[in-house]
């Protein structure tokens, strides 16, 4: 599949009509028909069937259609990149993060960063926490922030801070009279678990091996601002690191810290490429005066 095609098969998915994605793309209609055609033949199954006049994706294609999409975005910035050296002559720099930092500190370490690097490109993303340092390690990115079990060596250059886990809950619970929260004070069925964070749940499990053995009724969600989202919405009261309530309004929660103490830290993820250059590292100390 050349990078047309896939830009055709990606439009005509997204807009579910021939008709309409030959005109996003400025191409006539038979060039849009020919181009499906050929993608078709080339992968040796069909791509769509027609629903009620609309394109619809078959099951292939609706899987193809995800990863054709992360190729696509990629191609665009590499595009972009090219564009940027060509007229600047400088590098660009690919950071990510975690929802909670890449919504509220990054910007503010971008405009530092600025400063030092006005004419250097950047890419800002925020990606789940499991997903940051493979998606470094593949390239995809230059440096990440992510929030790692423990505070590792005070004098590690890739430590950005260090904090713990906390338990939120609603500042109207029983439980929020108390200078910190353990884990028999919570009601198994009103705690709100976070799935997708494998390290995190696993150095709680370590702690408490009853974590890992969740109620039938318990709530659980793959995203740490959800699941803080549903303790302002009185379903329970939830654990996760305090990193995750930055810049949150935490008007009607209590935050307490949860015991036994559980360590995390924020660490940056770097490519060998970025290790040690001054982009990342100026990036890095940006990250680090925001949050000491």
């Not at 199954?45 to 609309?54: C, H, I, T, V």
């Not at 530092?112 to 499991?130: I, K, L, S, T, Y």
Request: one cysteine or more.
């Amino acid at each position: 599949m050349t990078p047309k095609q896939m830009e055709v098969f990606i439009h005509v998915v997204q807009s579910g009509s021939v008709t309409a994605a030959a005109q996003q793309l400025a191409m006539s209609q038979p060039s849009v028909s020919k181009s499906l055609a050929l993608t078709e033949q080339q992968m040796g199954f069909s791509l769509f069937d027609r629903y009620n006049g609309k394109m619809q994706p078959t099951a292939e294609a609706a899987q193809l259609y995800e990863e054709a999409l992360r190729v696509h975005q990629d191609r665009m910035r590499f595009d972009r990149f090219v564009e940027h050296l060509r007229r600047y002559r400088v590098g660009q720099l690919r950071v990510c993060a975690t929802p909670a930092l890449a919504l509220n500190l990054l910007p503010q370490a971008l405009a530092r960063f600025r400063e030092a690097f006005p004419d250097f490109g950047v890419v800002v993303d925020m990606c789940v926490n499991h997903e940051i340092e493979q998606a470094v390690e593949e390239g995809r990115y230059d440096l990440g922030f992510v929030v790692k079990p423990g505070h590792g060596a005070p004098d590690d250059p890739l430590r950005v801070s260090a904090g713990e886990m906390v338990c939120v809950l609603p500042e109207r619970h029983p439980l929020a009279q108390q200078a910190e929260v353990n884990w028999q004070d919570i009601a198994p069925h009103e705690l709100i678990f976070i799935t997708t964070d494998t390290r995190l749940v696993a150095m709680i499990a370590e702690v408490v091996p009853e974590f890992r053995q969740r109620q039938v009724a318990a709530v659980e969600t793959n995203r740490y601002s959800m699941a803080i989202n549903l303790v302002k919405h009185g379903s329970g009261v939830t654990i996760v690191d305090r990193f995750s309530l930055l810049e949150i309004d935490t008007r009607g929660l209590a935050v307490r810290p949860f015991r036994p103490s559980l360590e995390v830290s924020v660490m940056a993820a770097v490519t060998a490429r970025s290790l040690g250059s001054r982009p990342a590292e100026e990036f890095i100390a940006a990250m680090k005066g925001l949050m000491n």
